[in-house]
């Protein structure tokens, strides 16, 4: 795939760090309904609206899956008494899917997995077999770069941040040879390990398969247009708005992502995902360590600040992040051809960097200076 290089531009999406992480799932909501502006003034707005024309009305669900999902729809004048339904709704699915995925939850399907001897068939639900077929495939297809199958090197680097000092390399090693998808085998009904040791850990792609299924339920539900943002990492948009206009998604600085907004993406139909290193880390001897490893080597991928990926789904978006976070420009090399996915990495640091992206990303980029919505900090 060709590279464009971009000399001018300095923008990125400010990336979420709570892939997964271990949190409070406290199921808070925070609602608000209008057009444009906050709640306090929705009811005004809808009653000068003519008979039918959507509503905008959007809810913050706190603390689930280890950081806050935003739901914003669009709902004919009239319907809006349907709303807390669909976040009652929204939430109850996050919590399930935390309760099947989540390293951190002893009675989760994957934790069992990971607990299980070697030889031992662990049974699981449809979430998550679909979610491990899909991350063979994307294994597949990114020549060994995404791999949620590298937890001991995961273990390896989180042992090394507490200790204060870097992994031994005959240990990073070890744990490589653990990692693999030779060390996990597929069945009709789940999977079963072939080394007591190996684990799986799908933090690099849970988010975006929840994000997926929050929409589908929401456009099954009969929900217009509305969009579906967890953790401000992993965002999916459908349908059209009661504008006209696309979904505006805010773009940071990764060199100062507390600054202000630099940009903005326009997206109608379709994900995105952000993954970086210089929100989340390890740090050791004073030194920032991503907390995205290369699964081949055991190191971290530090070369890429930051990468976009915009996909027709969230999980997809999400998956393709990492690669590229690894392998920088090389891994546009990599993108299936016909897939749509589109993406835009930053290469370097603060003093001397450069950003590149595929050719059609820059149909997403938009002169608006307002976004719709600006991707969340990251939970610490």
Same mark, same amino acid.
């Given at each position: 795939?060709?590279?464009?290089?971009?000399?001018?531009?300095?923008?990125?999406?400010?990336?979420?760090?709570?892939?997964?992480?271990? +949190?409070?799932?406290?199921?808070?909501?925070?609602?608000? $309904?209008?057009?444009?502006?906050?709640?306090?003034?929705?009811?005004?707005?809808?009653?000068?609206?003519?008979?039918?024309?959507?509503?905008?009305?959007?809810?913050?669900?706190?603390?689930?899956?280890?950081?806050?999902?935003?739901? *914003?729809?669009?709902?004919?004048?009239?319907?809006?008494?349907?709303?807390?339904?669909?976040?009652?709704? +929204?939430?109850?699915?996050?919590?399930?899917?935390?309760?099947?995925?989540?390293?951190?939850?002893?009675?989760?399907?994957?934790? &069992?997995?990971?607990? +299980?001897?070697?030889?031992?068939?662990?049974?699981?639900?449809?979430? &998550?077999?679909?979610?491990?077929?899909?991350?063979?495939?994307?294994?597949?297809?990114?020549?060994?770069?995404?791999?949620? *199958?590298?937890?001991?090197?995961?273990?390896?680097?989180?042992?090394?941040?507490?200790?204060?000092?870097?992994?031994?390399?005959?240990?990073?090693?070890?744990?490589?040879?653990?990692?693999?998808?030779?060390?996990?085998?597929?069945? !009709?009904? /789940?999977?079963?390990?072939?080394?007591?040791?190996?684990? #799986?850990?799908?933090?690099?792609?849970?988010?975006? @398969?929840? #994000?997926?299924?929050?929409?589908?339920?929401?456009?099954?539900? /009969? #929900?217009?247009?509305?969009?579906?943002?967890?953790?401000?990492?992993?965002?999916?948009?459908?349908?059209?708005?009661?504008?006209? $206009?696309?979904?505006?998604?805010? #773009?940071?600085?990764?060199?100062?992502?507390?600054? !202000?907004?630099?940009?903005?993406?326009?997206?109608?139909?379709?994900?995105?995902?952000?993954? =970086?290193?210089?929100?989340?880390?390890?740090?050791?001897?004073?030194?920032? @360590?991503?907390?995205?490893?290369?699964?081949?080597?055991?190191?971290?991928?530090?070369? *890429?600040?930051?990468?976009? &990926?915009?996909?027709?789904?969230?999980? *997809?978006?999400?998956?393709?992040?990492?690669?590229?976070?690894?392998?920088?420009?090389?891994?546009?090399?990599?993108?299936?051809?016909?897939?749509?996915?589109?993406?835009?990495? &930053?290469?370097?640091?603060?003093?001397?960097?450069?950003?590149?992206?595929?050719? =059609?990303?820059?149909?997403?980029?938009?002169?608006?200076?307002?976004?719709?919505?600006?991707? $969340?900090?990251?939970?610490?």
């Amino acid at each position: 795939m060709p590279v464009r290089q971009r000399h001018l531009v300095r923008l990125l999406l400010l990336p979420a760090a709570c892939l997964m992480a271990g +949190a409070i799932f406290n199921l808070n909501c925070r609602k608000s $309904a209008s057009n444009e502006v906050p709640s306090k003034t929705a009811d005004s707005a809808a009653a000068t609206r003519p008979d039918g024309e959507p509503v905008r009305l959007s809810a913050l669900i706190e603390r689930v899956m280890g950081c806050d999902c935003r739901l *914003t729809v669009y709902l004919p004048a009239g319907q809006e008494g349907r709303f807390d339904g669909l976040v009652s709704d +929204a939430a109850g699915q996050l919590q399930k899917l935390e309760g099947l995925m989540s390293i951190y939850r002893p009675q989760s399907e994957i934790s &069992v997995f990971n607990a +299980a001897p070697a030889g031992r068939e662990t049974p699981f639900s449809e979430p &998550v077999m679909a979610i491990m077929l899909a991350s063979r495939k994307f294994h597949e297809q990114s020549g060994g770069t995404f791999d949620v *199958t590298c937890l001991p090197i995961i273990a390896a680097w989180r042992q090394a941040g507490k200790a204060g000092q870097l992994p031994d390399r005959g240990k990073l090693d070890g744990a490589v040879a653990l990692a693999g998808w030779k060390k996990i085998t597929l069945t !009709e009904r /789940g999977a079963v390990k072939l080394d007591d040791r190996a684990g #799986v850990d799908l933090g690099g792609i849970a988010k975006g @398969y929840a #994000v997926d299924r929050l929409a589908e339920s929401l456009i099954k539900a /009969g #929900v217009p247009a509305g969009m579906v943002d967890l953790g401000g990492s992993s965002i999916r948009c459908f349908g059209r708005r009661s504008d006209g $206009a696309k979904w505006r998604i805010g #773009v940071r600085n990764p060199f100062n992502p507390r600054g !202000e907004l630099m940009g903005v993406l326009e997206i109608q139909e379709g994900s995105l995902s952000v993954s =970086g290193n210089y929100e989340k880390f390890i740090e050791i001897a004073g030194k920032r @360590y991503s907390h995205i490893v290369d699964p081949r080597t055991g190191e971290t991928a530090d070369r *890429t600040p930051s990468a976009v &990926v915009v996909a027709p789904d969230a999980m *997809t978006a999400e998956a393709w992040s990492k690669p590229l976070s690894i392998l920088g420009k090389e891994g546009f090399k990599l993108i299936p051809a016909g897939s749509g996915i589109e993406a835009m990495i &930053v290469v370097g640091g603060p003093d001397k960097h450069e950003i590149l992206s595929t050719p =059609g990303f820059d149909r997403f980029m938009s002169v608006a200076t307002r976004p719709e919505t600006a991707p $969340a900090s990251p939970e610490k």
